[in-house]
């Protein structure tokens, strides 16, 4: 069976080396919509495959970092980079380019890894993510399944040690640690009634 949930963020880029000038040259944003797809072919004690709740703490807070920021590249001009992180508070530095594929590699990245690391409570079994989709706009988005989040080879590599969070994104997290524990593979606990 797969779940979707569908969360909703604000942010500016630029996609460097992309075949539109404006959007290679220029910061603009975009009203972006994320579906989370997760399947189970197991249901927990409510006979859910998870509860929508759970997507209340981690990956809600995950995907609202990007929410009034600007995403980076950590390859784009130095003194891009620098004026970037003077003059905004919010900003995530990526290890690739941050264009729609990418951004669904990256939320599959992070919530594959914090599903692997939750402590569940409730019976929740082989939960895992189906596939992320990414609504740059109301007519375009790009779909992220396991095989395409992994393909480091053909797509760019991935590290989740080399997404950076500005300190202002951090101290917004309902858990401050979590991106620690997350990159130290520290069990997530659930530590509050959702």
Known sequence: MIIRKLFKFENAHIVRNCTSRRCSKSIHGHSYKV???LQSNFLDNGQMVYDFGLMKLYIKDLID???????????DDTEYLQFAKKFSERWVEL??????????????LMIDRVLKLMEFKNGEKNVKVHSVVVHETDTGYAECFREDAYNFENMGK?????I?????????????????????NKKLIISKEI
Do not use: C
């Open 65 to 75: 970092s990007f929410d009034h920021a600007i995403t980076l590249w950590k390859y």
């Open 164 to 184: 950076i969070f500005s300190d202002r994104i951090q101290k917004e997290w309902g858990d401050k640690n979590m991106w620690e524990n997350i990159l130290k």
């Open 35 to 37: 579906e989370i797809k």
């Open 95 to 108: 290890p690739v380019n941050p264009s729609a594929e990418q951004f669904a590699r990256i939320f599959f």
């Open 158 to 162: 991935i590290e989740l040690k080399d």
